[in-house]
């Protein structure tokens, strides 16, 4: 069975700065995908980044980038320049290929903004 | 488009009550999804379907039943509801493989479901 943890239950930042969340994962699939969601208040989950595994690269959009560590099945999500905006839940979650696109997700991280 | 939209947004039930969640998409996703949300326990997965009258168990599917009669619908039904099943309920869509550049998930805005 995989999984997926989330370690660190909430990250306090303040503006400006840079946090970073850690996500590992337990598999033994060669091909599949991770992803960062991030759930504020609203409840809305909203997609912040991806990666797919056969990508050395790793993934950026914007101010998010992640560092993917293959081999220690390793996802961290940066948040660079953090903005008051970006306070929310961020779980991490993680899809085989061919599983009919069922994902499973972290326990989640609090990601709190200050002035 | 209205995307994934999720019916009703808040519900209180009372333990034995019964009730039908429905969850729709306009986007003609093959497949949907059911997951339920908990404090410290992220998302989890009770049911999903891969086309129109299908479905198939998820983590945790015990309580809940779903049905699939129509491409565009996935309906969560609570038989006897139980204060365990006091959750935040989302509804998800995914496209079939191939034919959607962004391959991923679509979430509804979830429904708040209290039972006491």
């Known amino acids: 069975a995989q999984t997926v943890t989330q370690s660190q239950p909430e990250m306090s930042v303040q503006e400006a700065e840079t946090v970073t969340l850690s996500c590992t994962y337990d598999t033994s699939e060669s091909d599949y995908y991770l992803f960062w969601y991030k759930q504020p208040p609203s409840r809305q989950m909203i997609l912040v980044i991806r990666q797919e595994a056969y990508k050395q690269q790793n993934a950026t959009e914007n101010r998010f980038s992640v560092n993917f560590q293959k081999a220690a099945k390793s996802f961290s999500l940066k948040i660079s320049d953090s903005q008051l905006g970006d306070a929310a839940m961020y779980f991490c979650?993680?899809?085989?290929?061919?599983?009919?696109?069922?994902?499973?997700f972290g326990a989640g991280t609090q990601v709190v903004v200050t002035p | 488009n209205a995307g994934v939209t999720q019916t009703p947004k808040f519900r209180v039930l009372k333990t034995g009550q019964s009730m039908t969640l429905l969850c729709a998409q306009d986007m003609n996703h093959e497949y949907m999804y059911w997951y339920r949300q908990d404090p410290g326990m992220g998302l989890r997965l009770i049911h999903y379907?891969?086309?129109?009258?299908?479905?198939a168990k998820g983590e945790v599917p015990d309580g809940y039943n779903v049905s699939r009669l129509k491409k565009q619908n996935f309906l969560l039904g609570l038989e006897s509801a139980a204060p365990s099943q006091t959750s935040v309920y989302f509804c998800?869509?995914?496209?079939?493989?191939?034919?959607?550049?962004?391959?991923?998930?679509?979430f509804g805005p979830g429904t708040r479901l209290t039972v006491t």
């Open positions: 998800a869509s995914f496209p079939t493989p191939g034919t959607d550049l962004n391959y991923e998930q679509y």
């Open positions: 379907s891969v086309g129109e009258g299908t479905t």
């Open positions: 979650a993680y899809r085989v290929t061919d599983s009919w696109g069922k994902l499973q």
